[in-house]
């Protein structure tokens, strides 16, 4: 006798739920012992790009078959970059479907002219969490649509192709209990869809927009009607418009939005003249709730910027941050509209170094002389230093020289420095004036 026939059932069943999905499957035919034991298989996990002996579609079949028909799938994965026949997916995903109980399911799946998913993955009960990738393509759901369990969506590079009908709306609408939803790597304007995101039960939403390969979109107006999100992270191009927005509950963005002029982008500042074919407006009111907001890029400054006069007043936002790229030449000029309108901001995080010039004392006439700090009621500040630069210390020191309020600078650099920087940079920024008596600087080096 081995030594774990011998151990409690308990034990062993806790042993073999620790095994990879390929050695469980093959364990239930094995042995007599184990398969009365062992009724639910975690992960069962396949990818064309591990490797493996044979065809990937025997691969995929012959552990299939080898499963006793009880077994229970928790979570099921299948990822293929060789062009698999769509009825050998299907046949999968039906029983997986339909006799397993899956409750995680992901398909990534590439082909020529994209893959359509079956029916039955619109009326699953079990599954929880799905992720469906790469080139599916989703044009109708059939009249009984529903995934009364799941919770969390997640579209990576997928196409929704019925305008009439709206295939996308339909799927959301399908999801009564949905609480998260990513949609990556997505193109709006190869969607035929209404522009139409709603759920009354999602809290989190995620967009991330694919920015190569851009040739402009058709007209199109974007509708969020999400009033239980607490969540926004959202990188794309500004469409036409936002027709409707629904955020009453938001409490975190994060925000990347490029405008268009003449339905092109262009990566170069935009000026006032140029006429936009992007508007911003009811977006940037709609998201006044935000209590933590999140500046991904400097192109969400220049939107920012570019419609400054709808800025609302930010009651609510306390912590701010902004990720900089000085390589992109933007300058801060949205930030103090951005200021004067969050009179109870108490934290600042600027990443990736700071805006400043090589002459001129170093200061942009885009922050006017940072007379909008005077009244800033900001409590902390932290700045991630580009390489420690005198422009970089200059911009501290405008900081702590109008910030009344400050309690603590925290300091860090992105960039390894020597002995001799670090000592030059420490002494710099524990001589420089405090407008605040209070405050404290931390300096920390990586």
């Known amino acids: 006798m081995d030594r774990i026939s011998g151990l409690p059932d308990e034990l062993i069943s806790l042993i073999v739920s620790f095994l990879a999905a390929k050695d469980a499957a093959s364990l239930l035919v094995t042995s007599r012992r184990f398969r009365n034991l062992y009724s639910i298989i975690p992960d069962l996990e396949f990818d064309d790009k591990v490797k493996f002996q044979g065809t990937f579609t025997d691969l995929v079949s012959g552990a299939m078959a080898r499963l006793e028909t009880t077994t229970c799938i928790r979570r099921f994965s299948l990822k293929s970059e060789r062009g698999l026949d769509p009825n050998r997916i299907n046949h999968w995903l039906r029983n997986v479907l339909n006799l397993r109980g899956v409750m995680d399911l992901e398909m990534g799946i590439y082909g020529d002219n994209g893959y359509t998913l079956p029916l039955e993955i619109f009326t699953c009960k079990t599954v929880k969490k799905m992720e469906l990738g790469r080139e599916i393509v989703i044009s109708v759901l059939p009249e009984n649509a529903l995934l009364p369990a799941l919770e969390t969506l997640i579209f990576v590079s997928i196409r929704f192709c019925n305008l009439a009908d709206c295939a996308f709306k339909a799927f959301l609408s399908a999801c009564p209990v949905l609480k998260e939803l990513t949609i990556n790597g997505m193109y709006w304007e190869t969607w035929d869809w209404s522009g139409i995101v709603s759920s009354q039960s999602l809290q989190r939403l995620t967009i991330g927009r694919e920015l190569s390969g851009f040739h402009g979109p058709d007209h199109q107006n974007i509708t969020f009607d999400t009033p239980s999100l607490t969540y926004l992270e959202y990188y794309d191009f500004v469409p036409d418009g936002y027709t409707i927005l629904s955020f009453e509950s938001l409490v975190e963005a994060k925000l990347d939005l490029l405008v268009m002029v003449n339905r092109r982008w262009r990566d170069v500042v935009i000026n006032d003249g140029d006429v936009l074919s992007s508007n911003a407006t009811n977006l940037i009111q709609g998201i006044s709730n935000v209590e ?155």
């Open 292 to 446: 933590i907001l999140e500046l991904s890029s400097p192109y969400m400054f220049e939107t920012l910027y570019l419609f400054r006069d709808a800025i609302p007043v930010f009651e609510k936002l306390h912590h701010l941050t902004m990720v900089y790229d000085d390589r992109l030449g933007f300058c801060w000029r949205f930030l103090p509209f951005l200021l004067n309108k969050a009179p109870n901001l108490k934290t600042l995080v600027i990443e990736c170094g700071v805006h400043y010039l090589e002459e001129l004392d170093y200061v942009c006439g885009c922050l006017s002389g940072y007379s909008c700090l005077l009244s800033c009621p900001l409590e902390v500040l932290e700045i991630t230093l580009e390489d420690g630069r005198i422009g970089e210390l200059e911009q501290i020191k405008h900081f702590l020289g109008k910030l009344s309020r400050l309690e603590l600078l925290k300091v860090h650099s992105r960039e390894r420095l020597s002995d001799k920087e670090k000592s030059r940079i420490i002494t710099y920024l524990r001589m420089l004036p405090r407008a605040s008596s209070k405050c404290e600087v931390q300096i920390c080096f990586t």
